[in-house]
Each structure stands twice: as structure tokens, then as C-alpha cells.
């Protein structure tokens, strides 16, 4: 169903590829916004409160930055197939601040080609998001299924 | 700084413990909306196009589907201390549909003391997403941090 323009698909990539996104600025907005609808903790949605937490001052939802990353994995992923995430392992070594430019980058760490249908696969692939002084937001482990170019 | 009553801390739960939340329903305006600010794939967006799809039919972002179990986790947690995910381990069994009712039971599978700090440890708990027709929809191993109740 994409249509871009040399597109890659399973097959015509390898392990050790990758690929970065462009960047996303996050707003003290979209930080409360966010948490106030899925993950109401004082430390997400009043900055005043924060100062006095764990986070010491506002730090985003672990999910914002997930939900972030996806965007800017849907963005920037060279694949010829659809997104289609299977498993998934996610680690928040610091929190995402309002004012965090962030970006992506996504390498290919396996390729697994299913046995049964040989136009089908699994590929883990890790994203790391930093921001823009090259702090680690988040790390993913991902196994999507990936697709041969159709004939 | 949660004011519960009766919560529970560190050293008053054990494995095996476990709760259960109230149940959120989920519909097509909330999957769409989702999908077009973090997860713009057109099986997440659009009704009719995701008929040819690997979902046949409409299905939720799975980052939708983690931000909703967290609301409703924030809700239903019997903890005393804030819920700080470490790491986490997601799975997506099948896709949440609009119309989905969905609530979340938490299991506490482990319990690791801090050697350093006695007041503090790792709890792991497993969290399923679960619709009204009892289908899973999300499997979650989370670590977490806990504390003892403040003296």
C-alpha cells in the first residue's frame, strides 16, 4: 500500500543498515497534554509538583516518547512494507524535557526469513531517540514483519 | 506524594499479588485521532483502506493500546509510590478494534530488594490488556520501582 519511490524491502537490506529520522521538538504542551489523557502522574502534568519528584522537574511520559518515536520511525523508515510491530522491548534510560529536539536512528541488528512463507520475514531492528545534545531518551528492540518486494 | 488510602508499599505485596481495573472503552474517533499525530499508517487512519490490510479493518496503534493501559494503570495501581517504568516488554497479540471495552489485570511476578538502598527495589509485574470479549490484546512485562512506605 506505500507507494515511495525506492522503497527497500526484504531482501535488498542487511544487518548492520540503518537510517535516521528528521527531528521533533517537544513543548512543555504536548508533555502535559499527553499525560493529562494516559499517564495523569504529577510528574508529567504540573512542573511546579515535578520539582519535587524522582524527575526532578517535568519529564514526558515514557509513552509520549514511544508515541513520538513512531512518528518518526513512519517518517523516515525506507521500507516498502507497512509498520507492523510484533514485540517489542523498551527502555527510558533518562526522560524525555520540554524543549528536547529528538530524532531517531534505526539500524538492523536481524533478519529472521519465515520458513513457511518465503516472502515474509521478521526483522529486529533497535531505535535509540536522543535529543539534541545526544541524550539517550529511549532504546527499542523491535521484531516487525517484513515483506519481499511484491512481483 | 500519592494520598492514598490504603496503599501498599514495598515489603506489603507479594508475588502473585494482583488487581484488576475499572474498563475504558475505545472508538474510532480516539483510534484515528491517535493515529494521525503519532502513528500515521493508513490502516490506523482510514476505515476503508484498512480493509486491504494486514488488520482487516480499522485497528488501534498498538502505542494507543499502551497509552490506554497506562491510564487505566495509573487509576487502578494499589502502590503508594509513583509508578516509574524501567523497562518494559510489550506484545500485540491482536489489535485493539473501535469498540473494544478494554481494562488491564497487573500481576506482580517478582520482587528484587535494592542491596544499596533498603528502602527501595524492583518489582516486575505483568500487565494484560484485555477487551470484553476477553481478548488479549496486550501483554506487558514492566519493572518498576518501588519503595517502602515512608517512616
Not at 32 to 42: E, G, L, R
Not at 130 to 139: A, G, L, S
Request: proline share 5%.
Amino acid at each position: 500500500m506505500k507507494m515511495k519511490d525506492n522503497a527497500i524491502w526484504l531482501g535488498e537490506c542487511e544487518v548492520g543498515d540503518s537510517y535516521v529520522s528528521d527531528t521533533y521538538e517537544v513543548t512543555e504542551e504536548e508533555i502535559i497534554a499527553f499525560a493529562k489523557q494516559y499517564d495523569p502522574q504529577y510528574f508529567h502534568t504540573d512542573p511546579e509538583k515535578a520539582k519535587d519528584s524522582f524527575f526532578k522537574g517535568l519529564a514526558s511520559s515514557g509513552w509520549l516518547t514511544a508515541a513520538i518515536m513512531m512518528k518518526l520511525q513512519v517518517a523516515s523508515n525506507p521500507f516498502g512494507f507497512d509498520l507492523v510491530g510484533v514485540e517489542v522491548k523498551l527502555e527510558w534510560p533518562s526522560p524525555t524535557r520540554a524543549g528536547d529536539i529528538l530524532h531517531i536512528r534505526t539500524e538492523i541488528k536481524d533478519i529472521k526469513m519465515s520458513r513457511s512463507k518465503p516472502n515474509q520475514g521478521i526483522l529486529t531492528v533497535e531505535t535509540i531517540t536522543k535529543n539534541q545534545k545526544d541524550e539517550v531518551r529511549m532504546v527499542m528492540q523491535n521484531k516487525i514483519l517484513g515483506f519481499t518486494r511484491p512481483k
